[in-house]
């Protein structure tokens, strides 16, 4: 185990507590059961990443709990064994440079899709604005090295979605930072649930390309507060 950089010491500690914080997010949108699930987080200017130890309870996460690791998915600081998803965390962390957080889900609607092999198609104009496109199906993987975490950056390359459905397994999202990644976690479950709702009723109506994109392009850019006052202060800002 190599250590911990004495200038990522602050920076750890910080997100230390906001991948713990973030998980119970997962826990309070229904996202997650039991032990499933991860959240992870990318410790600027820094080759290391913070993430969620495997196999604990979400009630017993601690920010002392969470596992540092470095690109290559080894543990440079923790006590216990980091998620079984590290190495996919890893391997996107390595691959999209600009990815500041990772979130993982077996979330029930969007896993549904998954297990059809189905993309969720951009029939909504909260879709539209979150994922700018369908939210697509990569291929099956199995856990246990970074053959998800391949899956994934081939996947969302050249993708506008920052979530992605595996083929038989969950739901992987990216972001900025992890809360941004948790976000869209959240709102891929949400508008996984109302399209598989319409579909009840009929084919649901797409969207035109033309206008998918201008949806897309005022909510990343206008929407929402800009500047000083819009910097987060929590987990819920």
């Known amino acids: 185990m190599t250590s911990l950089p004495a200038s990522a010491a602050d920076a750890v500690q910080r997100l230390r507590q906001q991948v713990s914080d973030l998980h119970q997010e997962l826990v309070r949108y229904r996202l997650v ?8 987080a990318r410790v600027p200017g820094h080759d290391l990443f913070v993430i969620k130890p495997s196999g604990v309870a979400y009630e017993r996460l601690t920010p ?13 600081e923790g006590d216990l064994s980091p998620s079984s998803d590290t190495a996919a965390h890893a391997y996107v962390y390595r691959h999209m440079p600009d990815v500041g957080g990772v979130v993982h889900t077996h979330s029930g609607y969007a896993t549904a899709w998954a ?6 198609p951009c029939v909504l104009t909260a879709m539209a604005d979150e994922f700018g496109a369908e939210i697509p199906v990569g291929p099956f993987a199995l856990i ?7 899956g994934i950056v081939e996947t969302l390359t050249g993708h506008r979605s920052p979530a992605v459905l595996m083929r038989s397994h969950g739901v992987f999202t990216i972001g900025k930072d992890a809360r941004a990644a948790v ?11 109302t399209v598989h709702l319409s579909r009840q009723l009929g084919e ?6 033309e206008d998918i994109d201008r949806l897309y392009d005022r909510y990343q850019n206008v929407y929402g507060q800009h500047g000083p006052a819009a910097a987060p202060r929590g987990v819920d800002a």
């Open 64 to 76: 002392e709990s969470m596992i540092v690791c470095d690109l290559a998915g080894d543990v440079v």
């Open 115 to 120: 297990a059809r092999g189905e993309a969720v």
């Open 204 to 209: 649901p109506l797409p969207l035109p390309p």
């Open 144 to 150: 246990g090295d970074d053959s998800i975490g391949k």
């Open 33 to 40: 059961v039991w032990t499933a699930g991860n959240v992870s």
């Open 183 to 193: 976000k869209a976690a959240v709102m891929c479950e949400d508008v996984a649930r």
